[in-house]
């Protein structure tokens, strides 16, 4: 059973700075961290800041500059250090990793459990 856990949401001031943390269970054949979603209120999940194997990165244009996603394979942990933070970055964020079982199964997409980060302004 593949478990993502999340930490590292909170309260936090305008201008504050919040680091995510997921960590994947066990040790899998491979697992392929991908990156972190959002879900605000009403809205729909969009994807806050992507990696690839290769380490590049991409991010929501309205993060740029202030979000770092990153992550250490040898440790199966993804972060997402958060700075200047906006109320407006304010949902549940979600991890989101590729893991193969076995060496002769497909990637399957997993999901963390989703962590709150609040801004107030």
């Known amino acids: 059973q593949v478990q993502l856990v999340e930490s590292g949401g909170g309260l936090v001031q305008a201008g504050g700075s919040l680091r995510l943390s997921c960590g994947v269970s066990?040790?899998?054949?491979?697992?392929?961290?991908k990156g972190w979603y959002r879900q605000a209120p009403g809205k729909q999940r969009e994807l806050v800041a992507g990696i690839t194997n290769d380490g590049s990165t991409n991010y929501v244009d309205s993060v740029r500059g202030r979000f770092t996603v990153s992550r250490d394979n040898a440790k199966k942990m993804v972060y997402l250090q958060m700075d200047s933070l906006k109320p407006e970055d304010t949902a549940v964020y979600y991890c989101?990793?590729?893991?193969?079982?076995?060496?002769?199964?497909?990637?399957?997409?997993?999901w963390g459990q989703g962590t709150q980060v609040t801004v107030s302004s």
């Open positions: 066990r040790n899998w054949f491979s697992i392929n961290a």
């Open positions: 989101n990793v590729g893991v193969r079982l076995g060496p002769f199964s497909r990637e399957d997409d997993y």
